[in-house]
């Protein structure tokens, strides 16, 4: 939620900072701007709008110099204006700021800085720490140590600020320095060749440098052309590790693609495989995890299981829970992260807590992790962004191996998280009592996957055509059952969050409970219906759709006959494992929300009000 930039080196930063810009715009993309130390002064272009808007401004200004900041926003405090836009600029033209996060006790700090003179041109949390900043410059302006006083000015005035934050900050008085600070909002540092580059996440930088630093929570980075150190808010220096990225930019790039949501659609064949690589023993019966730091005889006393997640991340822990109940048969619950933090649940001593996070950022599910914690469980994370907060935090976990998602809605991590899941029920299961042979056959399917989701690929020009004939509609319903019944969750979030449809997801046999009310010949439902003792069932309930005039579309699996007439429109996938059938069903859903989408004209990529990595409450 909100991308920053900020560039120290020899080159323009203005270049690199729009470049940066448009790369993490997906954080956030109602505003954009960008702040240029140049001439000894704080030099500011900022616009409601896109990335693209701002470039425009900036090609306006003489933006020449070497060390800048820029910001691309998702408001919180404060309407979509030019003024609210970041970087902000304290009124005595000392600091630019950029912020990632939120300042919950923002006005008891405006009046005191308003009691001090200090004025205030937009309406955010933001401007009242740049103030701040500026007031405590003011008090004792700068000394001998110069590059140490604009970090102590920063450090004294975060220690006010209750909330959360990623900052950027710059200093009229400073000339190429930088100084910035985190805590809850991620910030990486880019260590390239003569020059810096920070950012909330690697895809800004990763042009320029695969070396970075991962920043903590608490820590303060202050930067020069020549050299970089970090601190602590309490004053302790820390020794800096250097990571180095594993993808490079061409994994962040679109490609020949229309859109990134339709790349990592098609992207999901080789996204499963690299999901699995190395992580079946060498008998073929069950799977291994490097990094989950729980024993087997650990896992063997766990008796019940807690998932957290959200958004689409929460729809993968519903999956997961029905393949660990149903094949290590142990109990399992799931929660909203954001439900769960604020909850007093009991926790078991043998619970074993998980959450799911793409991002590894969103804060909801990064609070419910560290409470797990602080209740003194022992918390484990599948993610996907190596090096993110919530994988280093927890104790132990599986990362997806999926590379950049970029587009919003998403797609190619969640298929990945279902395989995740599906590995961990069958390796709790193998601990217990799944046979030799049914972890052969298990195995044998999970590996299947990339080659069924490819087939169920191959349907894009049918669900196309479909996807045409049902853009127009206003609201649709998604049905399942098992663990196709999260999928028609997940079907009608992705619907509704890129084309704005209204759609609800819900069980098959539960649609007569209220949603049967919605059905008329302008309320379409799509009916996950997949061969198995079940099918019968939903046949019955999507007889009593169209005994209504509902109309009908039905994602069937090879081999199943529907009643001639029954369905509008038919989209047929692989027959499969019970495993792998979640990850192969998500194909067409996807596939109908893009092109709904695009049928509508939809800014697929950016839908209006969304953000890809939610770091504010
Ligand atoms: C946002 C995104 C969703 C995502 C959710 C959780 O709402 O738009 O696509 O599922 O956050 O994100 P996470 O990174 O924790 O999986």
């Known amino acids: 939620m909100c991308g920053i930039v900020g560039y120290v080196g020899k080159q323009r930063a203005v270049s690199i900072i729009i470049e940066g810009l448009k790369r993490l715009e997906y954080r956030g993309y109602d505003s954009a701007g960008v702040c240029v130390l140049q001439g000894g002064q704080l030099d500011v272009a900022k616009k409601a709008g896109r990335v693209e808007v701002l470039a425009k401004e900036a090609a306006r200004h003489r933006f020449n110099g070497t060390t800048g900041i820029g910001h691309t926003r998702w408001a919180t405090h404060g309407g979509v204006t030019d003024a609210n836009a970041h970087p902000h600029v304290s009124s005595d033209g000392k600091f630019a700021l950029i912020h990632n ?40 302006p700068v000394g001998q140590n ?9 450090r004294k005035s975060l220690q006010h600020v209750e909330g959360t934050y990623g ?11 930088m100084v910035a600070a985190r805590k809850a909002s991620p910030l990486i540092l880019g260590v390239g060749d003569g020059e810096y580059i920070i950012a909330s996440d690697a895809s800004a930088l990763v042009s320029r440098t695969q070396n970075v630093v991962y920043l903590k929570d608490g820590e303060i980075v202050h930067i020069t052309p020549a050299a970089f150190s970090i601190t602590t808010l309490d004053q302790e220096d820390v020794s800096p590790v250097v990571d180095r990225i594993t993808w490079s930019v061409a994994d962040a790039d679109m490609g020949d693609y229309a859109h990134f949501m339709e790349k990592e659609i098609f992207e999901q064949p080789q996204a499963l ?9 060498e008998d073929g019966s069950t799977a291994n995890f490097g990094g989950l ?3 087997a005889a650990e896992l063997r006393q ?3 299981f807690l998932f957290c997640a959200c958004g689409t991340a929460w729809h993968a822990c519903l999956v997961t829970e029905h393949l660990i109940e149903r094949f290590a048969r142990i109990p399992c619950e799931v929660d909203y992260a954001s439900e769960f933090r604020y909850r007093n649940t009991p926790l078991h001593s043998n619970t074993l807590f998980f959450v799911i996070s793409q991002s590894g950022e969103t804060i909801d599910t990064l609070a419910a992790l560290r409470e797990a914690k602080r209740k003194g469980y022992k918390a484990l994370a599948i993610n996907n962004v190596v090096g993110s907060t919530i994988a280093r935090e927890a104790d132990g976990g599986i990362y997806q191996h999926v590379g950049p998602e970029i587009g919003v809605a998403s797609t190619k991590a969640f298929t990945s998280q279902l395989m995740v899941g599906a590995m961990v029920a069958l390796y709790v299961a193998r601990l217990r009592d799944m046979s030799f042979s049914d972890g052969v056959q298990y195995v044998k399917a999970l590996k299947g996957a990339p080659a069924l989701v490819r087939k169920a690929l191959e349907q894009a020009p049918h669900i196309r055509a479909i996807a045409k004939r049902f853009a127009g509609y206003h609201d649709m319903l998604f049905l399942g059952r098992l663990s196709l019944f999260p999928l028609a969750l997940e079907g009608a ?3 509704k969050e890129i084309s704005y449809i209204h759609a609800e997801g819900y069980p098959a046999a539960e649609m007569k409970h209220g949603p049967i009310a919605l059905i008329s010949e302008k309320c379409p439902s799509v009916f996950f219906a997949p061969a198995g003792e079940i099918f019968p069932k939903i046949v019955s309930s999507m007889q ?6 509902g109309p009908v579309i039905a994602i069937i699996t090879e081999g199943c006959e529907l009643p001639p007439g029954l369905a509008d429109e038919v989209i047929t996938i692989p027959d499969c494992h019970e495993a792998v059938l979640p990850m192969v069903a998500a194909i067409p859903i996807q596939l109908l929300s893009y092109y709904i989408a695009v049928e509508r004209g939809c800014d697929v990529d950016k839908p209006r009000n969304l953000a890809k990595s939610v770091t504010v409450e």
């Open 146 to 154: 110069g590059g140490s006083r604009f970090v102590e000015c920063v």
């Open 167 to 177: 900052i950027v900050v710059l200093g009229v008085d400073f000339p190429g320095e």
């Open 101 to 140: 996060g939120v300042i919950e006790n923002y006005s008891q700090m405006k009046q005191f800085l308003v009691g001090k003179g200090y004025t205030f041109a937009s309406e955010t949390d933001t401007e009242v720490l740049c103030n701040l900043i500026a007031y405590h410059y003011a008090k004792e």
């Open 493 to 495: 979030l992705k619907l």
């Open 544 to 549: 009593e759709i169209k005994a209504r005039k």
């Open 302 to 304: 766990i008796d019940r």
């Open 273 to 281: 495989e690299n999901t699995m690589r190395g992580r079946f023993s």
């Open 293 to 295: 730091n729980i024993t």
